[in-house]
């Protein structure tokens, strides 16, 4: 401990150690449960799932990572989370167990080259009944930004040529990959339609960067006069960056990106300035 260490140091240096001072007591802080930052596009990708698959019989497994807050409401789309790449394979399982169930595997493009690859191996070889979802943000952003085969960047800093996701997915056997910007919603929700439906192993890659890495557009604003105050974009995306002041939706400007979630599920159109609206 502190104390003991000053003990120690005076002792050897032949000072006088200074009486301890009473400890502070902390402030409280304030409750903040983890959360998808403003302007992830993870939040996006699990929504256009989460539409396209309403009424149907689904499970969705997830994976280590920062995605895995997308078990929260209200997004709700993290069925199993066990370890790196299991949801590959647990996908596998379920499909087997219930073939009546679309089953997903959620996986991010960081995770996707450190344990996914064998996963859907297997899959195409035992002829599984599975939709991969690659959330392919461009970075490693659960544990620092660290750069992965697909970055086309060492650790070292050396410039490399990127390891494809999708030429290594056609590689082992997947024939169907399609690849789409999450925050493009209708054409997002109208791909997992498309490929799901689909029988055998297929994959889906959301490929849009990590909201912390990029320069934030412009913020949304809402058009007071056409907001019914419905509240369906906090009840259905959970965004941090979509707040109740004063009982009023607010989109709060330090930490809003932009991204244009917001805007394309508003029943009214009352959300505009953002880039994707």
């Not at 899959?123 to 659960?142: E, G």
């Amino acid at each position: 401990s502190c104390d003991s260490v000053a003990k120690d140091l005076a002792a050897f240096l032949g000072w006088e150690q200074p009486a301890a001072a009473a400890p502070e007591t902390p402030p409280q802080l304030p409750v903040r449960p983890p959360v998808l930052c403003a302007g992830c596009p993870h939040r996006a990708s699990f929504f256009a799932v989460k539409e396209a698959m309403k009424g149907k019989k689904s499970v969705f497994c997830g994976d280590i990572g920062c995605y895995t807050l997308g078990n929260a409401m209200p997004l709700d789309m993290v069925d199993t989370c066990l370890c790196m790449g299991a949801g590959v394979n647990m996908t596998q399982g379920i499909g087997k167990v219930e073939p009546d169930t679309t089953c997903f595997a959620f996986v991010g493009d960081s995770t996707f080259f450190a344990s996914a690859i064998t996963g859907m191996v297997n899959a195409v070889y035992n002829q599984a009944n599975m939709t991969l979802v690659v959330l392919d943000n461009s970075t490693t952003a659960m544990t620092g930004h660290q750069p992965h085969p697909g970055t086309g960047k060492t650790m070292m800093g050396q410039v490399v040529d990127k390891v494809s996701i999708v030429d290594t997915l056609h590689g082992i056997g997947v024939k169907t990959v399609e690849t789409v910007d999450p925050l493009h919603l209708k054409e997002a929700v109208a791909c997992v339609k498309r490929v799901a439906s689909q029988p055998g192993v297929k994959a889906i890659i959301f490929k849009s960067p990590c909201a912390v890495l990029i320069k934030s557009g412009k913020p949304a604003e809402i058009e007071e006069s056409k907001c019914i105050q419905c509240k369906k974009c906090i009840r259905t995306l959970g965004c941090p960056g979509i707040i109740l002041q004063d009982g009023k939706v607010r989109i709060e400007q330090a930490l809003c990106t932009g991204c244009g979630l917001c805007a394309q599920v508003c029943p009214t159109q009352a959300i505009g300035g953002a880039c994707h609206a």
